[in-house]
């Protein structure tokens, strides 16, 4: 099996040498995706406006790969104040359903630009249906 990558239009990533993903086989392994608009600005509004954002830029990475939102097995989230917990479970309550994938939350002192405040990086599957070769 070789490696793929993923390219989403726009692709906020490339410049830092980076994939916005790698398809390998049935699997799915989408970079962290913060709330960062199509013209790669972190989006205003808050910790709410840039998650409702991260968790937009994660399905469009995940729909480039073949897969979607509701494949997804593990998902790590990270925020710089975990005081945004209760929001984190809301955001992840709009966009998973059942059964709801494996996930970690940890906070970190700061992410790639200190405006940011939560970036998610996900592990999806690949249905049989849409896995292209």
């Known amino acids: 099996m070789d490696l793929e990558r993923v390219v989403t239009s726009p692709d906020n990533y490339e ?3 980076l994939s916005q993903g790698i398809k390998f086989g049935n699997l799915l392994f989408i970079s962290g995706q913060a709330g960062a ?3 790669g600005k972190i989006v205003e509004g808050g910790f709410r406006a840039q998650g409702e954002q991260a968790f937009a830029n994660l399905r469009r990475a ?3 790969g073949g897969s ?3 494949d ?3 998902v790590t989230i990270f925020v710089t104040d975990m005081g945004n917990f ?3 479970v809301e955001l992840r309550r709009k ?3 059942e059964p709801y994938p494996a996930d970690t939350i940890a906070e970190v002192k700061a992410l790639y630009d200190p405006s940011v405040m939560i970036e998610i990086e996900a592990i999806a ?3 049989d249906s849409r896995m292209r070769d």
């Open 15 to 17: 410049a830092f040498l």
């Open 37 to 39: 608009g199509d013209d």
């Open 62 to 64: 995940l729909e480039a």
């Open 68 to 70: 979607s939102l509701d």
């Open 72 to 74: 997804v097995i593990k």
């Open 86 to 88: 209760k929001e984190v």
């Open 95 to 97: 966009f998973f359903s």
């Open 125 to 127: 599957g690949i249905r």
